[in-house]
């Protein structure tokens, strides 16, 4: 993959996974534990999914371009 597709693919991978964190943290303030761990379950395949099958490929072809968020 080309080096400028790559960083814009990882640059959207990692606004969405801050969009999905945040509206995650709005679910756990705003609705009962049982919907939190439903909806937490759900939330939790998507952003694996997103950084096993999508970032982590294209760090292994790009390691400069891997989020600073990741090695937290």
Do not use: C, R, W
Request: no cysteine; hydrophobic share 40%.
């Amino acid at each position: 993959m080309k080096h400028q597709l790559a960083k814009e693919i990882i640059n959207e991978m990692v606004i969405n996974l801050k969009k999905h964190n945040d509206l995650l943290l709005k679910i756990k303030t705003t609705s009962t534990q049982k919907e939190f761990d439903f909806y937490k379950k759900g939330f939790a395949q998507i952003m694996g999914s997103m950084v096993l099958d999508i970032v982590n490929p294209i760090v292994k072809e790009h390691p400069d371009l891997k989020p600073e968020k990741l090695n937290e």
